[in-house]
T-cell receptor
């Protein structure tokens, strides 16, 4: 366990489904991140939350909707996804310039 | 914008040393990091170096930093099959947003 917990570990969903990914940290970090990692592609930063406020949204399609209800929790709500959205979704948290702590990721498959 | 480059693949034999290289265009980073990602897992912080150092040794790992050339490297001595993974260098860019910029990752394959 790294201190950042992601659930579920694996998710298979149809293109018409709605699901949510959850990330939780109790490290006292004040920033949280969602990354997408596809096979043979660089890490893609999707969203950044700092002090529960979204500070970055990197041209992510609206079918991905983040939510940060408090400094310990981060969600990624998914709806009407496409097969190309299948990837490993990684959550991370940080405090200042001390590096990120990553969760183990959610392996998402869209069928 | 800031750019961090790594070679994509490195193959070594068990027992050999591995050297993974990283170059960057600009950085205000106080720390520069190496992360390891094993198959099916998240990224794990492996080691880091303070920006006013040029070398840090941690057991089998040696990190070298050449700020003049903007070059960071990770040397793994006596590489084992368990070292097979993807290795990412990461640093904060010059914009000082607190955001880390990652390289593309180097896949290290260790052959028995």
């Amino acid at each position: 366990e790294t201190g950042v917990t992601q659930t579920p570990r694996h998710l298979v969903m149809g293109m018409t489904n709605k699901k949510s990914l959850k990330c939780e940290q109790h490290l006292g970090h004040n920033a949280m991140y969602w990354y997408k990692q596809s096979a043979k592609k660089p890490l893609e930063l999707m969203f950044v939350y700092s002090l529960e406020e979204r500070v970055e949204n990197n041209s992510v399609p609206s079918r991905f909707s983040p939510e940060c209800p408090n400094s310990s929790h981060l969600f990624l709500h998914l709806h009407t996804l496409q097969p190309e959205d299948s990837a490993l979704y990684l959550c991370a948290s940080s405090q200042g310039e001390r590096g990120y702590t990553f969760g183990s990721g959610t392996r998402l498959t869209v069928v | 914008g800031e750019d961090v480059e790594q070679s994509l693949f490195l193959s070594v034999r068990e027992g050999d040393s591995s050297v993974i290289n990283c170059t960057y265009t600009d950085s205000s980073s106080t720390y520069l990091y190496w992360y390891k990602q094993e198959p099916g897992a998240g990224l794990q912080l492996l080691t880091y170096i303070f920006s006013n150092m040029d070398m840090k040794q941690d057991q089998r790992l040696t990190v070298l930093l050449n700020k003049k050339d903007k070059h960071l490297s990770l040397r793994i001595a006596d590489t084992q099959t368990g070292d097979s993974a993807i290795y990412f260098c990461a640093l904060h860019g010059s914009s000082n947003t607190g955001k880390l910029i990652f390289g593309q990752g180097t896949t290290l394959q260790v052959k028995p």
